[in-house]
């Protein structure tokens, strides 16, 4: 994916955005962060990134830091009703996830695991399965570590076990594991989503992209 010199807006600070930010700068582009709240986290979270040239606003959005983009980079938490997302509309700037960014420079091959519960065990359990068998195996996602933030140390032989939420699958577009688990579909996040409907949708995006040489469960 080249980002050198392009305008990247990442709309949200938290771990994810962070993440996002740091692989964006790495990759050359020009990298603007943007936070609607204001809270210790996204603080410590922009001092963490003093040392870049990295550009970042907390507390609000602003016009000036999504105008101009190529891309925006939205971290999960991060809803439809986003000012950010509402300009890049108007803007025309395309809109994809931390998950979408992350993929496009992970050379492993994913396991996915996403469903309403269990998905940080099967995901941990996996990924001992995985290190006991002598595997290379690197455990991220939604568990905790975003995956733009491991795929600095991710080979083409490495096993990455990947726990995904809904709000992650959001914006895909070419995100492809190799093996995709669903455990279970049940109500939840409908304060995020208008119905049952919309939110099963998005999990079933976790196997949209993949072809007869990738394996669904």
Known sequence: MELKGKKVTVVGLGNSGRNAAMLLDDAG????????????????????????????????HTKEFVEGSSLLVVSPGVEDSSPALKWAEEFKIPAISELELAFRFCKGKIIAITGTNGKSTVTTLIGHILKDAGKDAVVCGNIGNALSGEVGRIERETLVVLEVSSFQLERIEKFRPHIAVILNITDDHLDRYNNFGQYYNEKLKVFSNQSEDDFLI
């Open 29 to 60: 582009a020009e990298v603007w962060v943007t936070d609607s709240k204001d809270t210790p986290d996204a603080r410590a979270n922009a001092e963490s990134l003093s040392g870049r040239d990295i550009k970042f606003e907390i507390g609000h």
